[in-house]
């Protein structure tokens, strides 16, 4: 219970800093701070290993995990690529 | 390994997220905080392969691979102007990827491996302990299958947005009942949520929740379209974010909750920020259509013997003498893969001395930030891309305004006509300016479906035919003179 707790803690914070950091991006930099986010949110990576690589568990929960780290990785893999391509055009001047 | 250490570099990650965001605040910083959000993913990635305890790789390996040539190639190869497509189909995957989490989870603690998909949907009995004791368990469950929910939202809304912004969905189809229909299929799949919670051994609650929200992503994106999509995209990259903080919970891993709630909280704020500048409520842009206006506004009315068109050539004359000009582009710009073509323009303009400026409404294109980025393609330097608020005084002095292919975000109808659908959503006042120029293929409404009468003023002169053709024209008209 205590970690709930704590998970949740963490989660409320989260959520004032998230206020904080997003309200101070330009509106220039939007389209970058979406595809950022999408790379970001592609933490699930994380989850998604540890269900897919599971020797121990049913195949099904295999698949799934495959499944789950394939759009992962595409979401780490395309999001942190496409900004930092945009963000390179920028960036010259 | 020590849980501790793994715990101690999951922080450390959340870290990297949160600087990354914050290099974000400034152009210049941009680059720079996406590297090191990069680099808190990969201490997050590694750092949980070497704690896995019985691995078997494959799976691993294969989706790694898959998944990495799939992104790197979409990454390389997506156009500037199709960015909200790609937007959407990662907010998609996202939503597909903390759905296919939260069921592998689920079917880990139950333990069984059904062979076909009717003894899937047989009850299995699991000890009242399994997802955890008393509170913890319940709360379990309902994380597993919110995430379910929210995650089966996100891939198929995504899903939708991607095909109606690639055009390969041109109608809108909705629910017979429109809100209430999508109302009531929340309202079922949030009752098998909670039917899951009483009785966790019951599958088939778990396929009727995927079900439902499949179909409730569809209903919900199905009649959106066009201008709308801005709040859509931005709605769905926040469920995506919560689907990944959910996943945490379910995981009890902080490095999700951390960075899912920032995801969530910076895809809300960007909703509201479309929402405010399209003077709507989030409610009217899911379930409402554009008000009708209270009279109906007659076109002809407005345009009959009042519109004036022009020769890019007399354009060019009219810039020869300007000192400031102001650039307003829109959806149309994107469409007609302008942008290269209104930067040079903007560049003999300069030449001869002319100050010139952008000025971007929030709303203009498809997705937050969609103009930016075209213009930013073309090199025209950030500091020259002014919003809204900053460029709206400025238009009192400006000789003139090039407006190339944007509508509704520069009807004066939103300032001046109460009444008017689109009466109270803030504008780009052009029509303060000397003299407006209107590049346009004809006098078709824009999204709202309204006529413009800033098209019909004395001092606003129309160029007909393709945006990218005409200021091509300007530009070459103006290099001769």
Redesign the interface.
Known sequence: ?E??IL?LA??VL??F???E????????????????????????????????????????????????????????????????????????? | MNPNIVSFVYLVAGILFILGIKGLTKPKTAVRGNRLSALGMLLAVVITLLNINTVDFSFIIAGVLVGGIVGGIMALRIQMTSMPQMVALLNGFGGGASLTIALAEYFTVLGVAPSSFAELLNPVMVESSAFGVGVEGTIAVLAIGLTILIGAVTLTGSLIAFSKLQELMKKSYGLPGGPIGNGLFLLTALAAVGFLVINPGNVAAVVAIVALALLLGLFLVMPIGGADMPVVIALLNSYSGIAAALAGFILGNTVLIIAGSLVGTSGLILTQIMCVAMNRSLANVLFGKMAAGGEKIDADEIYAGKVTSAQPEEVAMMLEVAERVVIVPGYGMAMAQAQHAVRELADAMEARGIEVEYGIHPVAGRMPGHMNVLLAEAEVPYDNLVEMDRINPTFEDTDVVIVIGANDVTNPMARDAEGSPIYGMPILNVDKAKNVVVIKRSLSPGFAGLPNPLFAMDHTLMVYGDGKKAVVEITAALNQA
């Open positions: 219970m970690i709930l998970l963490l989660f989260s959520l800093l998230g206020v950091l997003i309200t101070k991006v330009p509106p220039t930099l939007h389209t970058p701070l979406m595809s950022g986010t999408n790379a970001v949110s592609g933490i699930t990576l994380v989850g998604a290993m540890l269900a897919a690589g599971n020797e121990g568990s049913p195949m099904l929960v295999n698949v799934l995990g495959f499944i789950a780290v394939t759009l992962a990785t595409i979401n780490v893999v395309g999001g942190y690529l496409v900004t930092n391509r945009m963000l390179a055009m920028f960036k010259r001047k």
